[in-house]
């Protein structure tokens, strides 16, 4: 097996002072001193990489919300990212960005500097809900940052969407839907928002005006009908694209390829050369310890072996695309998962397409359990 060519993925730990209320990554409120020192730990960080000879054909700029950094030294990252990891022409290069934080003068300016992809951080076309997630934009201000970046020329545009947020109605759903559907997009993430502990919304979740289980279960469904109709079907649970417009760079996590993450709290798996299997490590949450480290792959903490044939499935098992039984290595292991995938077919929560398995709709929407049931078979083949 060749060494293909990894994903890049660089953690801008910057956020405005108030974070969003319902958020748990890892951020700092931006302060310009040490987004300088933290683009030169980066660039030093990417330019003395020990890995030899890695090549990148996607970087991904990820928060936080990168675009603080502003032109410049989002700039001198990525022209470190071409000169380290040698970018093919074609190569994918996703900025996160938040609509507040831009201008038509910094999206062009990314885009000559050889940015490709735009994600925006839309959440709701409602702006009655944006102000309950506690974000800072308008469903306006939204609308404008997605048609900066078309008219700067980024040929893939993204947007997140939210779902089941508080007081999120069919009607209210339908709107944020059609609200991106009618805009540039070619990519949308709709994701549940998830209450997670030791935020702001975790302590006073008991008076959120939540949806149920089984309200939540039909957000999703009417969210990927409507935006299959809109003509971007869904390639993995959350994600949905027109042709073309998948996210490459995260096809990558979910087809378990290698990436390099880069910055406090960012992940990697590295695979071993010739091998389907390799490592997973990752940077501590602790921003100073990396601006001070002279050579931040000490600080690289193991998180064990990945790349073994149960991961792959339920890596797989994500996408539409589905898992492929042809490479799993032990015979018995293929006929059990393909009897116990029979099975799940005439449940109608799985296919079968020659040897690959994939989720149905209706298996999405109970994604673990049909995993789970997957992974036994193969377990006890
Ligand atoms: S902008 Fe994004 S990363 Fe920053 S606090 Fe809000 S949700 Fe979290």
Same mark, same amino acid.
């Given at each position: ?34 987004? $300088? ?31 603080? &950094?502003?032109?410049? /030294?989002?700039?001198? &990252? ?35 500097? +050889? ?99 089984? @309200? ?10 409507? &935006? ?12 949905? @694209? ?12 979910? /087809?378990?390829?290698?990436?390099? +993450?880069?910055?406090?709290? @960012? ?50 098992? /994500? ?13 018995? +292991? ?7 995938? /029979? ?18 709709? $209706? ?19």
């Amino acid at each position: 097996m060749n060494r293909q060519p990894i994903g890049l993925y660089l953690h801008i730990p910057f956020c405005r002072g108030d974070k969003c209320p319902y958020c748990d990554f890892y951020s700092l409120p931006f302060e310009e001193d040490l987004a $300088d020192a933290y683009t030169t730990a980066l660039i030093r960080a990417m330019e003395d990489h020990p890995f030899g000879s890695l090549q990148a054909d996607t970087v991904y700029f990820g928060g936080g919300t990168p675009t603080l &950094l502003g032109e410049k /030294r989002l700039d001198a &990252l990525l022209q470190a990212a071409v000169r380290s990891f040698g970018l093919p022409r074609d190569s994918e290069i996703t900025l996160e960005a938040n609509p507040e934080s831009v201008t038509r003068e910094l999206l062009q300016s990314l885009r000559l500097s +050889g940015f490709t992809r735009v994600s925006v951080g839309v959440q709701s076309g409602v702006d009655t809900e944006l102000a309950a997630l506690g974000r800072p934009h308008t469903a306006a201000q939204a609308r404008q940052a997605i048609l900066w970046a078309h008219q700067a020329g980024f040929a893939h545009i993204s947007a997140d969407l939210m779902l089941a947020i508080p007081g999120q109605s069919e009607e209210s759903l339908k709107q944020s839907t059609s609200f991106l559907t009618s805009l540039p997009v070619d990519h949308i993430s709709a994701y549940l928002l998830k209450i997670e502990e030791g935020t702001p919304y975790h302590q006073k979740r008991r008076e959120l005006p939540l949806p149920d289980e089984d @309200a939540t279960a039909d957000c999703y469904l009417l969210c990927a009908g409507l &935006l299959e109709v809109a003509g971007l079907p869904r390639y993995e649970i959350s994600n949905f @694209a027109r042709p073309g417009g998948q996210c490459r760079h995260n096809l990558k996590y979910w /087809r378990c390829q290698p990436y390099l +993450g880069l910055g406090p709290a @960012a992940h990697s798996y590295l695979q071993r050369e010739d091998s389907r299997q390799g490592r997973r490590c990752f940077f501590a949450k602790d921003l100073q310890v990396f601006v001070k480290a002279d050579n931040p792959y000490t600080l690289l903490q193991e998180e064990g072996e990945g790349g073994s044939e149960e991961e792959r499935l339920m890596l797989a098992l /994500r996408l539409t695309e589905g898992f492929d039984a042809n490479t799993l290595e032990n015979p018995l +292991g293929k006929g059990s998962l393909l009897c116990k995938a /029979r099975e799940l077919a005439s449940h109608g929560l799985c296919q079968i397409q020659g040897e690959t398995v994939s989720l149905t709709g $209706d298996g999405m929407l109970v994604s673990n359990g049909v995993t789970l049931a997957l992974l036994e078979a193969l377990e006890v083949g």
